[in-house]
C-alpha cells in the first residue's frame, strides 16, 4: 500500500519503504474519545497516567491538539512537584513515593477532566457541522455550538497556569 501511494517518491523513500521489517508494523485507526467518557473515566493506574492524544484524541477543527498536549505537560509537571520532593526520593521509601506520585496523578486527573470534556464536545460538533450535508442538521449543529460555546475563540484562552 505504501509502495502504491510513494511511486512517483524519489528511490531513496522508496527503498526506504522495501527494506522495512513488515512485522514492526501496526495500523490503527483513529480513535475519538467522547466527551462522556473523558467526564467518567479513569486515566491513571498506579502511578502510570495518559496525557497528550492518548487522553484527548481530537479533530483538526479547533486547532488546539498541540497546545492541549503542552498544556499537559505543564500541568502534569507541577502536580508532580507539589507532591514529590527531594526528601522523598532520598528516604528511599518506596511505597510513599509511590502514593505520592498517585496523589500527582489524580490531580493532573483532576486539573484537566473539564477542559478536556468541553474541548472534546465543541471539537466533536465542528467536526459533525463540517462534514454535514443536510441544511437542517448543519443549523441545528450551529444553534448548539452556539448555544453551548457562545465564545468561539474561548478556548484558545485558556491558561494553564505557571511550572
Not at 17 to 42: F, V
Not at 130 to 136: A, D, G, N
Not at 148 to 163: E, N, V
Amino acid at each position: 500500500m505504501a509502495l502504491e501511494k510513494t511511486n512517483s517518491f524519489p528511490k531513496e523513500i522508496i527503498e526506504m519503504i522495501k527494506n522495512c521489517d513488515i512485522t514492526s508494523l501496526s495500523l490503527k485507526e483513529l480513535w475519538y474519545r467522547p466527551a462522556w467518557e473523558i467526564l467518567l473515566g479513569t486515566f491513571r493506574k498506579g502511578t502510570v497516567t495518559v496525557a497528550g492524544d492518548a487522553m484527548h484524541v481530537m479533530g483538526p477543527f479547533l486547532a488546539q491538539g498541540g497546545s492541549v498536549a503542552l498544556e499537559d505537560a505543564v500541568v502534569l509537571a507541577r502536580c508532580l512537584a507539589q507532591k514529590i520532593h527531594a526528601r522523598t526520593f532520598s528516604e528511599r521509601n518506596h511505597e510513599l513515593i509511590r502514593k505520592n506520585v498517585g496523589q500527582a496523578m489524580d490531580l493532573y486527573v483532576k486539573e484537566r477532566r473539564m477542559r478536556l470534556v468541553g474541548l472534546s464536545a465543541q471539537t466533536y460538533l465542528t467536526g459533525l457541522l463540517l462534514s454535514s450535508t443536510s441544511t437542517i442538521r448543519k443549523l441545528l449543529l450551529l444553534a448548539l455550538i452556539t448555544v453551548l460555546f457562545p465564545d468561539p475563540i474561548h478556548h484558545t484562552q485558556y491558561d494553564c497556569g505557571h511550572l
